[in-house]
RNA sequence: GGGCGAUUAGCUCAGUUGGUUAGAGCGCUUGCUUGACAUGCAAGAGGUCACAGAUUCGAGUUCUGUAUCGCCCACCA
């Protein structure tokens, strides 16, 4: 036994450690080892992230869920990776590029991409360092990237089999397209926020109509009627029945369109009449495709009017919805203005306003693979934690749309379709691998699409594809479906939902059995924890003022079930507070332990030398192993790593250690040894039972008071298996001995209550007896008596089965009968005479001018109530000060 | 517009199938350099469990409604 230093140093011990624990490979798993498989795959942070408290969290469980399998004997691995995150880090890159006074238009498209796998390298590998120092022990050598050469075959593999399905297919329809990162995003790309904008009133003339005959159309996007190619009304609506069959003319520009009839307008909303814009909305498209409309796109990629805006070409959208509403109004077909308030799609990487629009895209026909992912979780194939997200997976799954997946950037996997320019072929064909010629015609002429696929498109593969596939890897055979998933509820959609329908399509399985999904972190004020608003704390900064561990531990501790979590930097106060008493515990224990720890592999206890604290701990130890097996299963962190903390504080140190300080401080050597052993049997089982939190202290424990008897490692240690009642009694450990313990303490505080009652101060000693319930109790605690001493800072502490005071005694009923207290013989019995009778005469004065004063009809009449109802608890108090110090001059 | 979550001590939150007296941490009050630990020990104050009904012998817990806050989804221009 190595013996500790005053203070535990983690920036020490946990670089130590962890280099220690890769070098030994604990983390690495091999299917041919063998056992039962325990998998988990992380959910790959962007490469261009850096760690924050979200990270922290989601770590920290999949840490404890692996740590605590592995020591279970599962053979156990934990998938690391990186998303290549294709908008966000192109993004990065052309921040930089512009910096440098470039843009990638500069450059060509190989040129970029080696700028881009360039910053990847240099910088792509931080956020996974950041995870090694929280202690996280994933199998680094399986750390996987989505762009990586076996990923990439997956995913060309994937959009093969889909393209050959028929499951993807190119067409031209509105998708919601960033302006300025120019490319298109999907639905789940798209974040809609309510906005205040304005509802315009406009009005458009009839051709050939009487004078200042027109229909008002009501907009909330003004210049988009430079792409209006139709009026439309409800065929429902009187109002507008005139005007079936007629012509309007387009203000501003000129246009000749057609009033059309169609359900879609609710005659309630607006003017009951709308713009038909097909090339730049939805519903619009929609009835442009339903009356065989033409569709003018006015707008060019980056959101400028363009060729088909006629004057306004080249404005920006915005400042040409200025400019047409002014216009408007100077020719007078601007009936009015709304305030409205309505929810705009904003670009999810870089918040700028989505614009709808009509073009060319690949996309994912869903409704096929929905269909087998809503069966897989009603037929309990997997599930989720908590249940409630079953409601919100169901829902977006039945009302699934086709998932735009190309992208027109250029750092991500290429879109593997090529077309034939061979003069008449144009054969379109998609390949796994780059091909020479066209397989129609044999030309050498093709090009492939330039698109790149959608970031989520490599992502929703991730479960099988880290684990070889395609390739039928012994890897992807034992571990896959894997165990548990967890992440937070933000990329159900975008991730964990098509993670199963790629897993069902693909694997024919379910890519995991269980998700949890755990809360967000947020502020003590409730936001979200962001860079923007400054509020984000950093989990390095953490590491660095208190410890990994305590990081941990405060995290899990503070995140009940699927709740969001609320932090500040004090609360890491209680991680490093519960590491600090460890430690001293721990040194406690070593400090007094002579020579070496005894053997904890496998103790058997004497029951002769057995006493009931003995057994005491030891079933609580038992019923805590019993307890963090069911919160974890239940992924009810918070009450695991609660459960411990009570477990090792309150009753192993508050209680049991005071207890070990009589034998050890005592001269029965046999005693002292029986206790020892249990002691070491207590902090070794406990420091397992911990160590799926608080990973560094564990280690450096486990080492330094030579448990390694057990295992080389805390890492590969055997987790704890809790024993049943009838197990403990073999071992010699009571019921009924618990019980008595469970009483004694009882018992104790409520002697602490009586002296605190009192005014006894702490070293102010007095007797105390006990009047027994019954035989059996007088026996148990006279053979028990010394241990209450030092509890009650007692100098004697009596049995009696009889005990009769002969004058009043303070006293207090307990579970192991009536105990009485005695200052005699403690004091001087005729100067605290002295001094008790003045005290109570004072008391008595006071309490009867304030209970004369409540008497008094003007006072309770015209004094504020707030008064009255001081004195009503001064009165109560001083009554109950003077009881006391009745009794206590009556017993001297 | 639809859905979900929250509302319990000054603050942040637990409270697992309905069952004596509703818990914890922090903060606060009082007292302690008690031979591991002041990042500690002992004692204490503090709650009409958001509101209104219903079910029940019994409701913080179940049901209905209301209010406030937060989140998610949504193609009414």
């Known amino acids: 036994m190595t013996e500790l230093p005053k203070s535990y140093d983690p920036k020490a011990a946990e670089p130590k450690w962890y280099q220690w624990w890769c070098e030994k490979g604990f983390f690495h798993a091999e299917p041919s080892k063998g056992g039962k498989p325990y998998s988990i795959v992380i959910p790959p942070p962007n490469v261009t992230g850096i760690l924050h408290m979200g990270h922290a969290l989601n770590e920290s469980i999949q840490d404890v869920l692996v740590r605590r399998r592995r020591m279970q004997g599962f053979n156990t691995v934990w998938v690391p990776g990186t998303d290549h995150a294709g908008i966000a880090t192109q993004n990065v890159v052309e921040r930089k590029l512009k910096k440098e006074g470039k843009t990638r238009w500069d450059m060509s498209r190989e040129d970029f991409l080696k700028e881009v796998w360039a910053w990847k390298e240099q910088y792509g590998g931080t956020i996974l360092n950041q995870l090694r120092k929280l202690g996280n022990s994933c ?523 009589q034998p050890f401080y005592g001269n029965d050597p046999a005693r002292k040894a029986e206790v020892l052993k249990v002691m070491h049997y207590i902090l070794s089982r406990a420091l397992c039972l911990l160590h799926p939190i608080m990973p560094f202290l564990t280690e450096e424990l486990w080492q330094d008071m030579g448990y390694t008897q057990i295992a080389e490692s805390i890492v590969v240690a055997p987790w704890p298996k809790a024993l049943d009642e009838e197990e403990l009694l073999a071992q010699g450990i009571s019921p009924e001995a618990v019980a008595y313990v469970d009483a004694k303490h009882a018992t104790i505080g409520l002697a602490r209550n009586l002296r605190a009652d009192y005014g006894l101060a702490p070293a102010q000693t007095a007797d105390f007896i006990l009047r027994p319930a019954d035989a059996a109790t007088a026996a148990r605690v006279s053979a028990d008596r010394a241990a209450y001493l030092p509890h009650l800072r007692a100098e004697k502490f009596e049995v009696e089965m009889d005990y009769a005071p002969a004058k009043a005694m303070p006293s207090v009923i307990t579970p192991l009968g009536t105990l009485f207290m005695s200052l005699a013989g403690h004091i001087d019995v005729e100067a605290e005479k002295k001094r008790l009778s003045e005290q109570l005469a004072k008391t008595s004065q006071e309490l009867e001018n304030t209970s004369k004063r409540l008497e008094n009809v003007n006072f309770i009449s015209r004094a504020k109530p707030e008064v009255v109802e001081q004195a009503r608890a001064r009165r109560k108090e001083l009554q109950e000060k003077r009881d006391k110090l009745a009794t206590l001059l009556e017993s001297l």
């Open 139 to 661: 199998d680094w050598d399986r750390t996987r990237f989505t762009m990586d050469e076996g990923l990439s075959r997956a995913v060309a593999e994937v959009f093969c089999r889909l393209y050959d399905k028929k499951l993807i297919y190119r067409g031209n329809y509105i998708i919601n397209w960033c302006p300025r990162c120019c490319t298109a995003l999907s639905d789940e790309e798209s974040e809609h926020e309510d906005e205040a904008g304005h509802l315009w009133h406009i009005r458009y003339p009839v051709k050939d109509g009487r004078k200042n005959e027109c229909v008002v159309v009501a907009t909330t996007r003004p210049e988009t009627l430079l792409g209006d190619t139709a009026v439309a009304v409800n065929s429902r609506d009187e109002r507008y029945a005139k005007l079936k069959g007629k012509t309007l003319v387009l203000p501003l520009v000129g246009r000749e369109i057609p009033v059309i009839e169609d359900d879609y307008v609710d005659p309630q909303f607006g003017t009951g009449a709308v713009k038909v814009t097909p090339a730049h909305d939805p519903n619009d498209f929609e009835m442009g495709r339903r009356h065989d409309l033409p569709s003018i796109n006015v707008m060019t990629d980056d959101a400028k009017m363009n060729e088909n805006a006629g004057p306004y070409a080249g404005l920006d959208r915005f400042a040409c919805r200025d400019k047409i509403v002014a216009d408007l109004q100077a020719a007078g077909l601007l009936v009015k203005v709304e305030p409205h308030q309505h929810a705009v799609g904003h670009c999810y990487r870089c918040h700028t306003v989505v614009e709808p629009r009509l073009s060319p895209q690949w996309f994912v026909r869903m409704k096929p693979l929905a269909r087998p992912a809503i069966e897989a979780l009603k037929e309990g194939r997997f599930k989720f934690v908590p249940e409630r997200w079953n409601k919100v997976y169901l829902e977006w799954m039945e009302n699934i749309r086709d998932w735009c997946i190309s992208r027109q950037i250029w750092w991500g996997h290429r879109i593997p379709v090529y077309t034939c320019e061979a003069e008449g072929c144009g054969h379109e064909w998609a390949a796994r691998t780059a091909p020479d010629r066209c397989p129609k015609c044999g030309s050498e002429k093709f090009r492939q699409d330039p698109d790149v696929l959608d970031t989520w498109f490599s992502s929703w593969l991730w479960p099988f594809s880290t684990l070889g596939w395609p390739e039928q890897t012994e890897s992807l055979k034992f571990y896959y479906p894997t165990s548990d998933l967890v992440t937070a509820p933000d990329i159900i959609f975008f991730w964990v939902s098509r993670m199963i329908m790629a897993g069902l399509e693909f694997m024919g399985d379910v890519p995991f059995r269980r998700v949890y999904l755990h809360g967000t972190v947020r502020d003590n004020q409730g936001r979200k924890m962001s860079k923007s608003l400054g509020n984000s704390i950093d989990p390095l900064d953490i590491i660095r003022d208190f410890s990994a561990d305590a990081l941990r531990f405060s995290l899990i501790a503070l995140t009940a079930t699927g709740q969001d979590v609320y932090i500040s930097k004090e609360k890491f106060e209680l991680g490093r507070n519960f590491g600090t008493k460890i430690w001293n515990a721990a040194r406690f224990l070593q400090m007094n332990t002579p020579g070496e720890a005894p053997d904890v592999r496998a103790p058997q206890f004497d029951p002769a030398l057995l006493t009931a604290d003995d057994q005491h701990i030891i079933a609580r130890l038992h019923r805590l192993i019993a307890a963090c097996d069911e919160h974890i299963e239940r992924c009810r962190f918070n009450d695991y790593a609660k459960a411990i903390l009570e477990f090792f504080w309150h009753e192993y140190c508050d209680w049991y250690v005071e207890y070990a300080k």
